[in-house]
């Protein structure tokens, strides 16, 4: 668990560090941080009062009549942004959304994560999650970002092959100055291509971790020339990039996953949360791949999953359980992108993981041959089905499920409708490049 600092020791650390400013963050409904600045001397009113703000300029908040909002930040969240000048220094806290009337926003993804982690705890659960983030790295061209990587490495190459090494060292000791546990850092299987993997915790903190790691990423590469991106599928024909995400129980400070006395070492609980998984899949789909370009990361060829299924040595499932046992029992859900809100899709994976543990859900039989390599009919025979194919369809599945949506909320299900609709008309109506290749010398 988190050390938990009071917010008497953190005005002690503002000063004692000679911080100048503090940024005060938190996400809007697709994940996109936000943050306002004030000065260190607003730290106590910070901390003991909140930081009013405007919540119907924020995408997914509040309505114009409604707007008024407050930031109470998180003691616990506070970290030096170390790329920003030593001799200017500033902080950052992420913060819980709050309204007018002092209780807590709905429209807020982080309250929405603590309040299922609420559900887990009261079962007696704490939910872990490891996520493994891909982003790509571009070259910039006249001060924008070009689709050029910045290499033509491959999986685990190195100098003068991988040329990212001092990109991702720095990347590293950044996100190390911020308290975070790095485990790797390597070069990933598609050009310029890569991925740095940090210690599984808990949920909240996981999730927090994935948004700073998102903007440390961008901001460091962006000293470098480079433009780092965690867009699913910047380039056709080569990999995409996911956030495959590994989960488990922890009760009384042991994994509920494992059980030696069970097959595969496999607790009932584990095979029940893959049940539910598995159930709910098609719903969560719409926050853990949110947008258009998510699902040209889905589709079959490209080791991304596409068939829902489970399995315990098969890379090609949906669901993975690496072969590691004892307290490092876990699943690898591999569907979800690096675009994703991680404090809506964490809610929603445990969400569906605990309704699979109260109802008992088994999971299909596992299986353990390469789902790639099976024709539509066996597929079928072993009725293997697939994930929806673009972002209306997982936004209809997502509508339709009653647990997903009353853990979402009906704030944030109208939000996603509202948004997909935007996206799927905007994208619907343009005209892209490949229509003038196909069509304009023709007709």
């Keep these: 668990m988190r050390e938990q600092p009071t917010s008497a020791s953190i005005l002690k650390k503002i000063k004692d560090q000679d911080v100048k400013f503090l940024r005060l963050q938190f996400c809007d409904i697709q994940g996109q941080p936000k943050n306002v600045a004030v000065p260190a001397e607003q730290a106590e009113k910070a901390l003991t009062q909140g930081i009013w703000f405007d919540g119907s300029s924020i995408e997914g908040f509040a309505r114009i009549e409604e707007s008024d909002m407050i930031l109470k930040p998180d003691p616990a969240t506070y970290s030096i942004l170390p790329w920003r ?10 913060c819980d959304v709050y309204t007018y009337d002092e209780k807590p926003y709905i429209g807020d993804p982080r309250y929405i994560l603590k309040r299922t982690l609420e559900q887990a705890q009261k079962m007696g659960y704490v939910f872990n999650t490891g996520p493994e983030l891909e982003f790509f790295l571009f070259k910039m061209v006249d001060g924008k970002p070009s689709l050029v990587p910045q290499d033509s490495g491959a999986y685990f190459d190195f100098a003068p092959i991988d040329l990212a090494e001092n990109v991702r060292r720095d990347i590293v000791q950044a996100l190390e100055e911020m308290g975070f546990e790095i485990e790797a850092s390597h070069h990933e299987v598609a050009a ?56 488990s129980l922890a009760k009384g400070g042991k994994n509920a996953f494992y059980d030696p006395n069970k097959p595969r070492g496999l607790s009932d609980l584990s095979l029940h949360f893959i049940g539910g998984l598995l159930r709910h899949v098609k719903g969560i789909t719409r926050v853990a791949n949110p947008t258009i370009n998510s699902y040209k990361r889905l589709v079959p060829g490209y ?44 809610a929603c994976m445990l969400a569906a993981g605990l309704d699979g543990i109260r109802n008992k859900i088994s999971p299909p039989a596992s299986t353990d ?25 997982a936004m209809r599945e997502l509508a339709k499920d009653k647990i997903l949506a009353e853990t979402l909320g009906p704030h944030i299900i109208e939000n996603l409708e509202r948004i997909t609709t935007m996206e799927w008309d905007s994208f619907r109506t343009a005209v892209h490049g490949w229509e003038h290749t196909q069509y304009l010398d023709r007709y």
């Design 85 to 94: 000048p030593t001799n200017s220094k500033v902080a950052r806290m992420i």
């Design 192 to 247: 310029g291509q890569h991925e740095i993997d940090f210690k599984y915790s808990d949920a909240l903190h996981t999730a927090d971790n994935v948004i700073t790691y998102r903007i440390a990423t961008k901001t460091i590469a962006l000293q470098q020339g480079l433009h780092a991106t965690f867009m699913a599928k910047p380039l056709f024909g080569i990999n995409g990039s996911g956030m495959h995400t590994h989960c």
């Design 303 to 346: 080791e991304a999953p596409v068939y829902i299924s489970w399995s315990v040595t098969n890379r090609s499932a949906l669901i993975r359980v690496p072969a590691a046992r004892g307290n490092s029992t876990r699943t690898e859900f591999r569907s979800p992108d690096p675009m994703c809100n991680p404090y809506l899709t964490f």
């Design 369 to 393: 041959t390469n789902i790639y390599h099976l024709t539509d009919r066996e597929r079928k025979r072993r009725k293997i089905d697939t994930l929806p194919a673009d972002l209306p369809s």
